[in-house]
């Protein structure tokens, strides 16, 4: 069977609405997985909007929510996907890096007043939240056949990243975390080791990064690194600086292009088969 991904949100920080996001995207994080007759849903930013409209189109009932992290960026797109308002609808929503509070717990308070009108519990779809912590494996399908490895990240109030593996093919999700100059991150190395295709948070330039040490983010730079001494055959620079527009990503593209051909910018809407 196949495994692919699409990007429904590719951008960081904030939404960005604007004429100057048009080509990449504005859309803050969310990617769909698609292998093993499976959905798997990574984060839970506004381009989750646009991927439940398109899974109810699809009759897709059923899938799995992971959390890198509960930044508003990464799941404020929730209380706006239709599905979960379904009935006949199920989802599992699990985070590997809360410490001395439950997923459940944020995503009820953020649905709550003063900052939402609808609270959780008006979701009628069946909800499953679980927590984990970040360097557990598992797995996910109802032939437990796929694969899901986790590293913690380097971030304030914590993130995880994931590795999925299918059938031999491998896709990982990287984001938010920070590097330290010169030291490459050796959970992070361990997670992506041969990788087909790893999602990288680029947020910055190595040029912009010193000025942005302690935020939580790393550079389009930093990700080819890791993915060269890790032997990864494809990189996706992704959750772009909302300040990064349409202009300057085409060049950091360009400039990716040059460093390593085997990288590209993460778009809105782009999809990827791992054959």
Known sequence: M??????????????CPSPNHIAFGGNTSCIEVA???ERII????????????WLLRKDVRDATILLSHTHWDHI???????????????????????QNDTIENVFADQMQ????????????????????????????????????????LNHPNGA????????????????????????????????????DLVVYDSTYTDKEFP????????????????????????????HHDPDHEDR???RVETKAKVMWPQAFVAREHMRIELA
């Open 2 to 15: 196949s495994f692919k991904i699409k990007f429904w949100g590719v951008r960081g920080s904030i939404a």
């Open 35 to 37: 292998c093993g007759g």
């Open 42 to 53: 990574m984060d839970a930013g506004t381009g989750i909007r646009g991927l439940g409209h």
């Open 76 to 98: 404020n797109g929730f209380p706006f996907f239709t599905p979960a308002f379904h009935p006949d609808c199920h989802f599992t929503i699990l985070a590997g890096h809360l």
């Open 113 to 152: 007043s003063p900052y939402f009108p609808v609270p959780l519990e008006a979701m009628t779809a069946a909800k499953e939240f679980a927590d984990f912590n970040a360097g557990d494996s598992f797995t996910l399908g109802k032939a437990n056949n796929i694969g899901i490895q986790t590293a913690p």
């Open 160 to 195: 995880t990243g994931y590795r999925v593996n299918y059938k031999g093919k491998s896709f990982c999700y990287v984001t938010d975390t920070e590097h330290v100059i010169g030291q490459p991150d050796q959970n992070i190395l361990g997670l992506i080791e041969g990788a």
């Open 211 to 238: 000025a942005k040490i302690g935020w939580g983010h790393s550079t389009w730079q930093e990700g080819v690194r890791l993915c060269q001494a890790a032997n990864v055959k494809n990189l996706a620079i992704f």
């Open 248 to 250: 300057f990503m085409r």
